[in-house]
């Protein structure tokens, strides 16, 4: 009986809530290959070993204390000083040497980087133990929120690189042509964000209504996903405060969390805009489908925004949400491809008038429901993941 195919997979977080990294591994274990996922051990949050149910194998390496600082973001590391930025620097450097350590000791025949930030490590890695290196871009990095003042160095890195892997992934057809014709390589397969059927199974509930003790019957407008700059939550919290008789539930942390927060206090609509803490992958399609639409009003920022589609705009759609989303090119053609909702110009006027539209409708928002529901088997992974076995193939067959 032959050995199955070792790959190792190399993410730059603690591997706790990474859905795509997640379903991919799955995916391979699932068909016959042992995949090890590095990732970063945060002390108190995770262990460093662990095998998950389905066969999943978990490595985490010390972050030797770069998640011992309260992440306030990019500004504040700017603002940090020399001395702290140096020490940052030095432990960093020193992750990324025992990941490369980690990684050629465990001899894989396929190292699979998740992301810009772990292609050096992953190049340098297959080098020293001979394997092959798959490159999966989640985001163009060269032109993306809280990475400007790093996009000659991502640029450098990748442009480098990148002809010297095996095969590349993208997330959305837009990507897979950036990447084409900036860095003069083959069109990278596409593998969009999309959840598994089972964030289809949860039926609609009173989950959120119970968690935050709603009182009223009113719709529920879900976002869900990071709270970062750059995706029009201000916005939509500035929108909430003209629209009555709709909650608004966002789902998720991040950088502007507190500042989100302290907005609505300001305006003085805490009765209908409420927050809820990050939750586990497991959890969330119970979540998700107990609101009653999604909302995605990312603003046009970057070329990474105009670009996406988004782990968020799947997860409603397959949850049975009807959906109102900015509309840029890779979701508008997923909104009106298969009716699901309504695709908007990046300004507050249109968001509002969709909301609205929405609460005043709900013949409207049952006809897009039903048009979820005949999405599912488009729309969810298992529809997409033979393209990963495929490229897997195509690379162990390279010479």
């Known amino acids: 009986m032959s050995k199955p195919i070792k790959v190792s997979m190399i993410v730059w977080n603690p591997f706790t809530n990474d859905a ?27 262990v460093e070993h662990d095998v998950l149910t389905s066969g ?47 990684v050629s000791r465990s001899k894989p025949d396929i190292i699979h980087a ?28 060269t032109d993306r929120e809280g990475y400007r003042p790093f996009r000659k160095v991502v640029g450098c890195i990748e442009k480098t690189l990148t002809p010297k892997v095996a095969a590349m992934i993208t997330t959305t057809d837009v990507r897979a042509k950036f990447f084409r014709l900036a860095y003069k390589v083959p069109r990278p397969t596409v593998l969009q964000n999309r959840p598994t059927k089972s964030f289809a199974e949860p039926q609609q509930s009173n989950h959120i209504r119970d968690t935050l003790n709603l009182q009223q019957s009113w719709p529920i407008a879900l976002y869900q996903g990071m709270l970062q700059p750059g995706r029009g939550l201000e916005r939509l919290v500035q929108v909430a405060q003209h629209i009555d008789e709709v909650y608004f539930v966002f789902i998720g942390g ?11 206090t300001n305006l003085g609509i805490s009765d209908r805009v409420h927050f809820i803490a990050t939750v586990p992958l497991a959890d969330l399609p119970l979540y998700t489908a107990s609101a009653t639409f999604g909302v995605q009003p990312i603003e046009n920022t970057c070329l990474n925004h105009y670009s996406t589609d988004s782990n968020k705009l799947f997860e409603y759609i397959l949850a049975g949400l009807p959906v ?39 013949e409207l928002l049952q006809h897009y429901a039903a048009n979820t529901q005949a999405a599912v088997e488009q729309l969810c992974w298992e529809e997409q993941e033979h393209k990963l076995l495929e490229l897997y193939q195509r690379v162990q067959s390279a010479v």
């Open 324 to 362: 109102i989303s900015t509309g840029f090119p890779e979701i508008r053609k997923v909104i009106e491809q298969y009716q699901l909702g309504l695709a908007i110009k990046d300004n507050s006027q249109d968001l509002h008038q969709a909301i609205v539209q929405f609460r005043d409708n709900p």
């Open 56 to 102: 999943v194998i978990v490595r985490r390496i010390d972050g030797m204390g770069l998640f011992r600082r309260k992440n306030k973001g990019h500004a504040q590391s700017l603002s940090m000083k020399p001395l702290a930025q140096l020490s940052r620097l030095v432990k960093r450097v020193g992750t990324i040497f025992s990941m490369i350590a980690a």
């Open 114 to 141: 998740h992301d810009v930030n772990v292609l050096v490590t992953a190049y340098v890695a297959s080098k020293m133990c001979a394997a092959k290196l798959v490159y999966d871009a989640h985001e163009i990095s």
């Open 254 to 264: 991040g950088r502007i969390e507190d500042k989100l927060k302290q907005l609505v």
């Open 20 to 46: 795509r990294v997640l379903k991919e591994a799955e995916t391979l274990v699932a068909n016959g290959y042992q995949v090890t996922v590095f990732a970063l051990f945060k002390a108190g949050v995770n």
